[in-house]
């Protein structure tokens, strides 16, 4: 029976083909803006470390003076080295890791290549197996390193590439700031978007090249980038930012458990009170603890325009679907006669609508390969933008099981009304009629 | 024309009516949005910087590992870059509008004051505002000696003479501070309570960010502090719009000559910088453009096909009608009158529609209030939409002959 119906909705949609290429159009349209819209929206709010973000928490704590305090308001972002520090030699978490982000001057021995800076993060030891890091060649550091402030990095792929060529480069060194870091691995390909561990270096930012260790970057006074929000007055002759009243570091916990989570909240609470105590925090304790998803729904990080623009594809698709239901009433009602004459035979109307719905479905099938081609296009078109998330937008295989699955369940809602009218016709008044 | 006759016709043809009017007053609605939404889009691209744009440059450079006598070679770049032909003005700066990284500190108007006024941004650089052509309205600029190295007050900022305790800021800023009053001899405490009286006015200056919101755009001050290479290498040429590449090239040289080891990080005119700035406002007028035009298309072209659709069902009726006595001026008219019913009950739908997205816009996205003249704009535009849409199919009915009226189907 099926089959039959196929033939009869391909014969039907062949009789009338400006109106049938119509509602293909409309629909092609409409699944082609949504499907673009909502691709960019999937990804962009997608989770950078699958698997791993339940667990990673971001300790927030309140260390400012009273100098525009409000009860219950936000604590500062990012933690200052004094308050960092105290947080990872309390070792209260699973793993932990204190960072910042920066920019390292690289002087390649290479004649052939004018010194650069290449985007650094100086962080310590557990940030590697704590985010899952890959690693093409050698390894992480331990806390050892830290300790020593030892002279090393691991890089990226992409500087691996650029200075050694690809080859298996630990043990090699790389000139940065006039001072001689040993490699000691090669990060593989690994980008979690967005950016999460640090927001300050662009949401969706592309990977760092080189790694530091923290206490080495400070020894080498290796520049600083991202957001420094100072308060109060740095004791004369501080060591940089070390002793300033700033917070501009970023500090990562892993807490495998719930009751971890919440045991480690109320470390932090104590902790604030404690320092409150020594007279270093003045405020009552301000403390947040969110793990990845929520950090990164607090700090909005999908940019407006595009949750505008998916609201926008939306309503045109709504109105591509309008359109197509009200072109899917006229035809089916224009063929008034001929159901009249399946009805009179013996046709049920339940037949009828089946193989109404079915010649609907097929111009849903239709409008969504149209709708994907689209969707193609303007994904391309999307990455032709010179935003910094662009290039990520790519069509992926859930995406493109959602395409069809919203374009023939669009075309089929859209042709229920059509379907159910057409299905109701009389059949003795068409006869009669003709 | 008589409307009784198609408000019976179109009671029979209740749920196709329907859908032409929803369809219209959706599109009505988007397309009501979305052109404002364009319009506020370009207004911001639009968006006064207060200097001269397309007579400035910016270069920036790095240095690699420890720079003595950074003071010194600072005053060799600045000599080196103000040799350049065709290079009016020249200095080195903390930060340049539109460049997305910012220099900002809270201000209070007492110094026992818990909860900071606003915050604003703190521009910094010998002379930076007559490189920049900001014009000044009121007061003075900075004397020569007024000017202190940043790095020294950084050091000690209790070192200040009161002297040096001074600040240029916006008239936006002004107003904002002290509506109504003059701004001049008024002081302003920075961060710390550090009191800074205001000896300058100028008209504008926007800040390098705006992710404080586009209302704070001009909330700028200029202390007179003295940048050097120690503290960052952000130089901005001033020169004449056609020479500006070449200054760029030749600055460049300049730069590489005193110090080849330093990397060039940025190179630009301030015309790039803020095309830079603006390029997801730009795209996102291209995609709502689109978004409006393929609408209207969809709609139209529906219009058509039902239109054509109704013709086809009445072509006998047309005929005896017309075998009546009815003129095709008749016919066209009836399909004409119908048309424009059902766009005035969209319309009219869509109005209301767009007012309550603008509501829902104006939550989610700071957007103004969406201003009246839309309305009747949105409305013109769709009646002649549907009026051009449906004119094909009426035609076609017009020329339906009498005759039909005598055949059967």
């Known amino acids: 029976m099926f089959g039959y119906y196929l033939d009869l909705a391909l014969r039907s949609l062949k009789r009338n083909k400006v109106l049938t290429a119509l509602m293909v159009v409309a629909v092609a349209l409409g699944i082609g803006a949504s499907m673009t819209a909502l691709t960019v929206l999937h990804v962009l709010s997608g989770d950078p470390v699958p698997g791993r973000s339940g667990h990673l928490y971001y300790p927030q704590i309140d260390p400012r003076d009273m100098d525009g305090y409000q009860p219950g308001g936000e604590p500062p972002d990012q933690v200052s080295w004094i308050d960092g520090m105290n947080l990872l030699n309390a070792h209260r978490a699973d793993q932990q890791a204190l960072m910042t982000g920066g920019a390292v001057p690289i002087q390649p021995t290479r004649a052939n290549l004018d010194p650069f800076f290449a985007q650094a993060r100086y962080t310590t030891a557990d940030f590697f197996p704590m985010f899952g890091v890959p690693f093409e060649y050698g390894s992480a550091w331990n806390a050892d390193a830290d300790e020593r402030h030892a002279h090393i990095a691991v890089i990226s792929r992409t500087l691996n590439d650029k200075l050694f060529g690809g080859r298996d480069s630990v043990g090699q060194t790389i000139r940065a700031n006039d001072a001689d870091l040993r490699i000691v691995g090669v990060v593989d390909d690994w980008r979690p978007d967005p950016h999460f561990y640090d927001l300050y270096q662009g949401t969706y930012a592309e990977n760092e090249d080189v790694f530091v260790p923290l206490s080495t970057s400070t020894d080498l006074k290796l520049p600083h980038i991202g957001s420094t929000d100072c308060w109060g007055q740095t004791p004369p002759g501080s060591d940089g930012l070390k002793q300033a009243p700033c917070t501009w570091l970023q500090f990562w916990v892993e807490l495998d458990s719930p009751a971890k989570a919440a045991a480690y909240k109320t470390f932090l609470t104590h902790y604030s009170q404690e320092q409150k105590t020594l007279g270093r925090f003045l405020r009552p304790p301000g403390v947040r603890l969110r793990n990845v998803m929520q950090w990164l729904d607090f700090n909005k990080v999908v940019p407006g325009d595009v949750r505008l623009q998916t609201w926008l594809a939306f309503g045109f698709l709504l109105v591509c679907l309008v359109n197509t239901v009200g072109l899917m009433l006229a035809k089916f009602l224009r063929r008034g006669g001929e159901i009249g004459v399946r009805r009179a035979l013996g046709a049920s109307r339940r037949a009828v609508f089946e193989q109404l719905l079915i010649e609907a479905g097929m111009v849903g099938l239709a409008g969504g390969i149209g709708g994907l081609l689209l969707a193609l296009l303007g994904l391309w078109l999307v990455r032709r933008q010179p935003a910094d998330y662009a290039k990520l937008a790519h069509l992926d295989p859930v995406m493109l099981l959602v395409t069809f699955a919203l374009a023939i369940g669009a075309t089929l809602l859209a042709g229920l009304l059509p379907a159910w009218r057409a299905c109701r016709i009389a059949p003795a008044l068409q006869l009669k009629g003709n | 024309m008589d409307i009784l006759p198609i408000l019976s016709t179109l009671r029979r043809h209740k749920i196709t009516a329907l859908l032409i009017v929803l369809e219209i007053a959706l599109t009505c609605a988007i397309v009501c949005n979305a052109v404002f939404l364009i319009t506020q889009r370009l207004h911001r691209m639009d968006m006064p910087s207060g200097v001269a744009m397309h007579e400035l440059v910016q270069v920036q450079v790095a240095t690699i590992g420890a720079q003595p006598d950074s003071r010194a070679r600072t005053q060799e770049d600045l000599a080196a870059l103000q040799r350049i032909p065709g290079v009016e003005s020249v200095t080195?700066?903390?930060?340049?509008?539109?460049?997305?990284?910012?220099?900002?500190?809270?201000?209070?108007?007492?110094?026992?004051?818990?909860?900071?006024?606003?915050?604003?941004?703190?521009?910094?650089?010998?002379?930076?505002?007559?490189?920049?052509?900001?014009?000044?309205?009121?007061?003075?600029?900075?004397?020569?000696?007024?000017?202190?190295?940043?790095?020294?007050?950084?050091?000690?900022?209790?070192?200040?003479?009161?002297?040096?305790?001074?600040?240029?800021?916006?008239?936006?800023?002004?107003?904002?501070?002290?509506?109504?009053?003059?701004?001049?001899?008024?002081?302003?405490?920075?961060?710390?309570?550090?009191?800074?009286?205001?000896?300058?006015?100028?008209?504008?200056?926007?800040?390098?960010?705006?992710?404080?919101?586009?209302?704070?755009?001009?909330?700028?001050?200029?202390?007179?502090?003295?940048?050097?290479?120690?503290?960052?290498?952000?130089?901005?040429?001033?020169?004449?719009?056609?020479?500006?590449?070449?200054?760029?090239?030749?600055?460049?040289?300049?730069?590489?000559?005193?110090?080849?080891?330093?990397?060039?990080?940025?190179?630009?005119?301030?015309?790039?910088?803020?095309?830079?700035?603006?390029?997801?406002?730009?795209?996102?007028?291209?995609?709502?453009?689109?978004?409006?035009?393929?609408?209207?298309?969809?709609?139209?072209?529906?219009?058509?096909?039902?239109?054509?659709?109704?013709?086809?069902?009445?072509?006998?009726?047309?005929?005896?009608?017309?075998?009546?006595?009815?003129?095709r001026a008749d016919i066209l008219r009836y399909f004409q009158t119908e048309n424009f019913l059902l766009a005035t009950i969209g319309i009219v739908l869509g109005m209301v529609l767009a007012y309550g997205i603008n509501l829902l816009l104006m939550q989610h996205y700071e957007l103004p209030r969406l201003p009246w003249m839309y309305f009747p704009a949105g409305a013109i535009a769709l009646w002649l939409i549907g009026q051009l849409a449906v004119l094909g199919p009426a035609l076609r009915a017009a020329h339906v002959p009498p005759v039909v009226a005598t055949r059967t189907v």
């Open chain 2, 92 to 327: 080195l700066t903390n930060q340049l509008p539109f460049t997305n990284s910012s220099w900002n500190s809270s201000i209070e108007l007492s110094p026992t004051q818990t909860q900071p006024t606003l915050n604003a941004t703190l521009y910094r650089g010998e002379h930076l505002l007559q490189t920049l052509g900001a014009r000044l309205v009121a007061g003075r600029h900075f004397s020569a000696d007024e000017y202190m190295y940043y790095e020294d007050v950084q050091r000690d900022p209790t070192a200040v003479p009161r002297s040096s305790l001074i600040v240029i800021i916006t008239q936006g800023l002004a107003q904002r501070l002290w509506p109504g009053e003059s701004a001049l001899g008024k002081t302003i405490y920075l961060g710390d309570r550090v009191p800074l009286r205001v000896v300058g006015v100028v008209a504008g200056l926007i800040r390098p960010s705006l992710s404080n919101g586009d209302n704070t755009a001009q909330w700028s001050m200029v202390l007179p502090l003295r940048m050097s290479l120690g503290t960052g290498g952000n130089y901005v040429l001033r020169t004449k719009p056609a020479e500006r590449q070449r200054v760029i090239k030749a600055a460049i040289a300049a730069l590489k000559k005193l110090d080849p080891k330093r990397v060039i990080t940025q190179q630009r005119t301030l015309d790039d910088a803020r095309a830079q700035f603006f390029q997801s406002d730009r795209a996102m007028t291209g995609l709502l453009l689109g978004v409006i035009i393929a609408l209207l298309l969809v709609t139209g072209l529906g219009i058509v096909g039902l239109a054509s659709f109704w013709v086809a069902q009445r072509r006998r009726t047309i005929g005896v009608r017309r075998a009546l006595g009815a003129t």
